[in-house]
């Protein structure tokens, strides 16, 4: 079968640029390509996607997520508060850190949807992440609640 996982995406040989790119890179993918250039701002396209970046993720626990998340350097989360059927997560260094303030505006859906599909591989749960508050928005941080289904 033709697809892709974490190891093979670790497996890179380029000899001049290495294994990095820019930020502006990424944001340019996020913030002109998805949320730009798609419909409803990419609303459902990046839910999906994270969600399947998430579930592919070599995890096992909430500490391994919350690892690979800040390897990968997508943001720095911090376990705000967990009850029963919730969780509130905050991350830190998200990559929207530094964008000009746009009041009303949230722009890391993807990014919590890769919360979601991870999150929901370790607990082995049904789950949402919910958006709540973002840098962009004039927020102190990039913030996520997490609603337990079942
Ligand atoms: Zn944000």
Redesign the pocket.
């Given at each position: 079968m033709n697809t892709f996982t974490f190891e093979d995406l670790k497996k890179i040989d380029r000899l001049k640029l290495g294994e990095d790119v820019p930020l502006e890179l990424y944001r340019a993918i996020r913030l002109i390509g998805l949320n730009q250039g798609l419909p409803m701002e990419g609303k459902t396209t990046t839910l999906t996607i994270g969600r399947k970046i998430g579930s592919s993720l070599p995890v096992e626990t909430v500490e391994d997520l919350f690892s690979i998340y800040e390897e990968l350097k997508i943001g720095i989360p911090v376990l705000l508060e967990k009850t029963e059927t919730t969780m509130l997560i905050r991350?830190e260094d998200?990559?929207?850190?530094g964008l000009p303030i746009q009041e009303g505006k949230?722009?890391?859906d993807l990014?919590g949807a890769i919360l979601e599909g991870g999150l929901s591989k370790v607990l082995d749960k049904k789950l949402s992440v919910f958006?709540i508050?973002?840098?962009?928005?004039g927020?102190e941080?990039?913030e996520y609640m997490v609603r337990i289904l079942d």
């Open positions: 991350v998200c990559f929207c850190e949230m722009v890391c990014e958006e508050k973002c840098n962009i928005n927020d941080h990039c």
